[in-house]
């Protein structure tokens, strides 16, 4: 009692029958002691069968030397000389090497004679490891003796050239160390050794084993590697009941450092997909300055747990093969609508027109760059000449090919337009619905997009369409998003600005105009066009209103103005009063026009514009025009040959642009619309020509392709509902939600009115009427709107509409919360312009990074447009563009027929080496759910609106609710309705869930 305890701590209790940091406890006090030692005794025994345990001196911060001896048990024993073990995590080893470094010759000797002496004095027989501990003095405590051929004596057989396996079996077969040869004045150590164990362990999850199968398993090679492996192949399964050691790698060179380097290589090399395994964490302990240049201890992994930290694995080629196999076995995603006739087969022809033209004079880019918007406007208003923008990169495939064009196919025809259209008012290629469509559709990244085409044409003006207050959205935003929108876009390469409003609201519109004007871009406002000026009988937008808002726009800092005929309603007698009245009350003013074919009369309006004093018009390359696109640019370039306004544009070079054009639209075949001709009941429906091939395609989605015609009539119908519009994006999403809604519910003009406070009209419809755009020209149409609001307030206030501009009594987004927030959730790939995205579209930015995490980069932005959109047909070989000078050839090899579990196995081969893939074939095992019908005699049947997704359920069985109570959101492409309580009281029946698609009439909720 009373006396320095006898043990003397720390100690370190270890399992006598095991190893592999199982059954290990360090002791810090003498308190501490039973408890550990029990803990300790129970993993052993677990683990080994056999709880036994021993106890021996801790050391902190020690060396773990090993040396490897072999004994014939006549006493005669020789070392392989020492092996390094310090690195390790939880006393289990994870990089040896052979032999050790930093050791004074006087340690090491030291070390080679007690074990030798040791191992001698036993007559130990076959192969033993002598284990030590070695402090920071250089003392050398002894630990034990390992009686089997360890994991790491690869290291020691490469440097000693001693086969430590054969000769324990020769040893114990009767031979003694003589008769092998083995005396230690003939054991020699060159060079250096070092391995690793690669298992299937997650770093990132306390090295929690990892189960599954494996899909790749591709092992390094090379001079200095050696391979000792274990369960690992392609198809083979990893089960939780087995060491999770995949395989050793074993690296030899004449200098540590090298051999480190040949790991490193061997490890970047070593391809394992379909289970977790350690390789980022061995790859960050052999990179670390400490371990390649310093003498480390047992305690360098807890010292440093950024390694730990795990390294990306970019997975390129199995992720594109997972794509390709998922849309060859199952078909195109359904939301892409890829539903038109197949892919061309003939790939698109990218013309050569040599490299970029010598120009003495500035283009137009270079004066707004160096000299500023102003400078822009003057230059473009002292041009004699029609100056042309070639809408063909957004507005011309919006219109046509519900802006499926992907960035790949504009980059091929990017240098060749620069050559061609080097003298164009602009190119516009942003913006507008393409911002949307290509993360929520093409899986892409708008701001990429930008930044790869600046890139290929430096000199010509970008042009992108700014939808106000609503920046690049459907809704209003608060004023600071909008404000960092222009100011990112305008750093990011665009350069003139069409800020419009969908209802000519000049609040909305001053704020996307002062927002760009901030950001020194150049702000071109657009006044839309709706009506007919030249018919004294439309005398609502005559040409007093438009010369008044032209007035207004110019005072707000306008540089240029545009005239926005997003339906195709400006007559050639029409464009030139418009054109001409503006051009004589504003001889300075730059004016572009910009216009759809719809009816046909596109080209004759826009010479007719010219004409009339117009700057500069739209067009579309003659394979992209035409119909609900813009007019054709071949045939006004003709048309003003030789005149005055002749646009410079060579037909030649035109012709070959277009003929890639041509090409590549076979390849949008899925997304044609079916359109054949143009259509003039344009002037009486006056559906905007982006948003009638979109309307098109939505009807058949909805199942109300036979009703098309009752469509576009009941679009003017709802135009009238809504107060005689201007209709475009997002006001025009309003008139063809309701105007759908209204056939799909066969409702008349006068039901809706009449109805109206019972109706459950589309979300986008509520919101028109509450003020979420802003006030139309001529004010809500009434008793309608207070029908429709009636009781519905916007939430976080006690309003049910908004008086002025929305945006304006919101909070500003924290850019930098935001950022973090997106960090946490994603990791650290999210830039700047990641956090643009996301405060623009939220749920689309969530779900464009999960597509992007499931199937790569790579997939959605290099794979051939044909293979994107309909996968491979068998035997057929494709070429995939990863990185700058690697390319993936691809070759689909074969798809077997289901199996029970629905699975196909998909077979390429990948640059030369075959690949497998599983994919579960949908049309398996599927069963139609036939739901009941609601009752229309029953006023607590709730029934769906129209064939669409349930989006999310608001109520439980039990609840009780009231008379205009959220019940259920349904969505029908982007259009949300939120269906609500008829009347009240308690909900008896959900009969969906979120997710489940459902058609009109089935029952959704029964409320008693």
Known sequence: GGGEDPIGYPVIIKAAMGGGGRGMRVVEKSEDLEEMFGLASGEALTAFGDGRCFIERFVKNPRHIEVQCLGDGTGAV?????????????????????????????????????????????????????????????????????????????????????????????????????????TQDKITCSGHAMQVRVTTEDPTDDFRPDTGTIDVFRMPAGMGIRLDDGPGFPGAKITPHYDSLLVKITAKAAERKQAAKKLQRALKEFRVRGVTTNKSFLLNVLEHDEFLNKTVTTSFIGENPDLLAPSTSKDRAQKILKYIAEVTVNGPEPALGATGAPCSTVDPIVPNLGPNKLNTNKSLRQIYTSDGPEAFARAVRNKKSLLLTDTTWRDAHQSLLATRVRTTDLLKIAQPTSVAFEDAYSLECWGGATFDVSMRFLRECPWDRLALLREKVPDIPFQMLLRGANAVGYTAYPDNAVHEFCEMAQKGGMDVFRVFDSLNYVENMRLGIEAVGAAGGIVESAISYTGDVSNPDKGLYDLEYYLKLTEELKGLGTHVLCIKDMAGLLKPKAATMLVGAIRTEHPDLPIHVHTHDTAGTGVASMIACAEAGADAVDSAVDGMSGMTSQPSMGAIVAALQGTELDTGVDLEELSEINTYWEGVRGLYRPFESGQMSGSSDVYVNEIPGGQYTNMLYQSKQLGLEAEWSDVKRSYAAANRLCGDIPKVTPSSKVVGDLAQFMVANSLSERDVIEQ???????????????????????????????????????????????????????????????????????????????????????????????????????????????????????????????????????????????????????????????????????????KVITRAKAEESIIGHVGASMQSVVVETRVRSGDEVKKGDPLVVLSAMKMETLVTAPCDGVVKEVSVTDGDGVKQGDLLVVIE
Request: with cysteine.
């Open 756 to 926: 109206a406070e019972t109706l459950n009209f589309p979300t986008s419809v509520v919101e028109y009427f509450q003020g979420y755009l802003g006030i139309p020209p001529h004010g809500f149409p009434e008793p309608l709107r207070s029908k429709i609001i009636k009781g519905r307030t916007i939430p976080g206030s006690s309003n049910t509409s908004f008086s002025g501009r929305p945006g304006a009594e919101m909070s500003p987004i924290d850019f930098a919360s935001t950022k973090s927030t997106l960090t946490e959730k994603w990791g650290p790939i999210i830039r700047d312009c990641d956090v643009m995205s996301s405060v623009m579209y939220p749920s689309v930015f969530d779900d464009w990074l999960l597509k992007r995490k499931e199937f790569g980069k790579s997939a959605v932005s290099n794979l051939p447009t044909r293979n994107f959109i309909q996968g491979m047909s068998r035997d057929e070989e494709i070429v995939v563009p990863v990185a700058d000078g690697l390319d993936l050839t691809v070759k689909l090899l074969q798809i077997s027929p289901p199996g029970d579990d629905g699975m196909c196995t998909v077979d390429f081969e990948l640059n030369g080496s075959q690949r497998r893939i599983k994919v579960k074939d949908s049309t398996v095992e599927s």
């Open 78 to 182: 020789v070392h392989l000389f020492d092996r390094d073990c310090s690195v390790q995590r939880r006393h289990q080893k994870v990089v040896e090497c052979a032999p050790s470094t930093g050791l004074t010759e006087e340690t090491r000797n030291a070390l080679f004679d007690d074990s030798v002496r040791l191992l001698s004095s036993a007559k130990y027989k076959n192969a033993g490891t002598v284990e030590f501990l070695v402090d920071e003095q250089g003392r050398h405590y002894f630990i034990e003796v390992n009686p089997r051929v360890q994991v790491e004596h690869t290291v020691t057989e490469e440097v000693t050239g001693v086969d430590v396996v054969q000769s324990q079996i020769k040893i114990a077969s009767g031979a003694t160390l003589a008769e092998l040869g083995l």
